[in-house]
């Protein structure tokens, strides 16, 4: 079944630590995202990138950089982890084109991270 | 003021009631509406899916736009503990959506 894969699917790490979470998707969706979500602010969007050759960043992407290195494979980097940093991490896809849904998101199952 | 304003609960009821769950906006040109659900350790899925001012029902669940007021609701009808969950409104245009904080439902039996 065509689905969003993310891993790991937890992580705890020490501050200052490089991590990566990776995204692999098998729906053939151009348009793939980076969220974090937090208890009481919901989904925040980090980077989004609608295809290989486009990334932008989202509404808080200070600390975190994003590779696209296929259609298929989007990760997540903390170049240095902060203890601010820990949360619930998702990644998403979508498909303009779609008939009667447009913008609608598919969500990986989420990594949890936690920076000691 | 945020974007999107969604009360996070949590709401507790009683199996089969009528839940009423509601998010307000402040930018007027979002065009797509739309209710998530969560499980616990799960991510969000596509639950109701709107572009327009209105009702747009699906088995117990009816979705409700009203642009006028910047105001979209979820209910839920005869109510499930199946039905406990987060569940998020999320709202947007083409390229991008913004999401409430999500509201924790449990039903109990």
């Known amino acids: 079944d065509a689905d969003v894969t993310q891993t790991p699917r937890n992580r705890i790490t020490k501050t200052g630590k490089r991590i990566m979470l990776e995204c692999s998707q098998t729906?053939?969706?151009?348009?793939m995202y980076w969220y974090r979500q937090d208890p009481g602010l919901g989904l925040r969007l980090i980077y989004y990138?609608?295809?290989?050759?486009?990334?932008n960043k989202g509404e808080i992407s200070d600390g975190y950089s994003v590779s696209r290195q296929a259609q298929a494979k989007f990760s997540l980097s903390l170049e240095s982890a902060i203890p601010n940093q820990t949360a619930l991490y998702f990644c998403?896809?979508?498909?303009?084109?779609?008939?009667?849904?447009?913008?609608?998101?598919?969500f990986g199952p989420g990594t949890r991270l936690t920076v000691l | 003021q945020k974007e999107v304003e969604q009360d996070p609960g949590p709401l507790s009821v009683p199996e089969g009631a009528i839940v009423s769950l509601n998010c307000t906006y402040s930018?007027?040109?979002?065009?797509?509406f739309m209710w998530y659900r969560q499980y616990s350790r799960k991510g969000p899925e596509l639950l109701m899916y709107?572009?327009?001012?209105g009702n747009k029902e699906d088995g117990r669940f009816t979705a409700q736009v009203d642009k006028s007021s910047k105001y979209i609701s979820l209910f839920i009808r005869d109510s499930q503990p199946s039905d406990s969950a987060t569940y998020l409104c999320?709202?947007?245009?083409?390229?991008?959506?913004?999401f409430g904080a999500g509201t924790r439902l449990a039903v109990h039996p």
């Open positions: 990138s609608f295809d290989v050759k486009d990334i």
């Open positions: 729906k053939g969706h151009d348009r």
């Open positions: 930018n007027s040109a979002f065009q797509y």
């Open positions: 709107t572009y327009s001012s």
């Open positions: 998403a896809t979508s498909d303009p084109n779609s008939r009667g849904r447009d913008n609608e998101q598919f």
């Open positions: 999320a709202m947007g245009g083409y390229n991008k959506l913004i």
